[in-house]
């Protein structure tokens, strides 16, 4: 068994304070509040920073480590349904297009909701109904993200979620990418 450093501390703390801003707003918060648009600031403030981690962090957090590819992510969906094991040491092909798919969504959500804050679109409904789309596909893809985890983390015997607590991956299987 190997065990690898995978996620820097900042990764895991933008990860989990992530989880638990956007818990907060979306079960929590009453949505008319300042409270409500101040954790959406705050959303908005730790995606921009990811983004710029994206492009100067460690290893396994640049972008460049794990790009989008649909055709990466049909192979890996191949290997799934084939039995077959393939442990990525960091974003797997799937994990990869649901992080571009959840900053995505995260930055509609922060942005749409700026605009709401704006005399230009006070009262205008589409910056409201393109935020409220893209919160439900947000929540959509978070259950998706953690039923994947689980999924994943049973299939290969690698406990996805204590290596985004711990920063370490302990990787049972022989074949991996490093």
Do not use: C
């Not at 450093?5 to 990860?15: A, E, N, S, T």
């Not at 590819?69 to 349904?81: D, T, W």
């Not at 700026?114 to 893209?134: I, K, Q, S």
């Not at 929540?139 to 999924?151: G, K, Q, R, Y």
């Amino acid at each position: 068994m190997a065990r690898i450093k995978v996620w820097d501390p900042f990764i895991r703390l933008f990860h989990w304070s992530l989880v638990i801003l956007f818990t907060a707003n979306a079960l929590v918060v009453d949505d008319d509040s300042k409270l409500h648009i101040w954790v959406g600031y705050t959303i908005l403030v730790l995606v921009g920073l990811r983004i710029l981690w994206g492009v100067v962090g460690t290893r396994h957090a640049r972008f460049a480590d794990f790009p989008p590819s649909v055709s990466a992510g049909l192979a890996q969906l191949s290997e799934m349904a084939t039995r077959r094991k393939h442990t990525h040491i960091g974003h797997s092909p799937l994990g990869a297009l649901m992080i571009y798919n959840l900053l995505l969504a995260l930055l509609v959500i922060g942005l749409s909701g700026y605009l709401m804050t704006t005399n230009m679109f006070w009262g205008v409904e589409w910056p409201e109904e393109l935020h409220e789309v893209a919160v439900a596909w947000a929540e959509i893809s978070a259950v998706a993200h953690v039923l994947a985890v689980i999924f994943e983390s049973r299939r290969l015997g690698v406990n996805l979620p204590r290596a985004m607590v711990t920063g370490y991956k302990d990787i049972k299987t022989p074949r991996h990418d490093v």
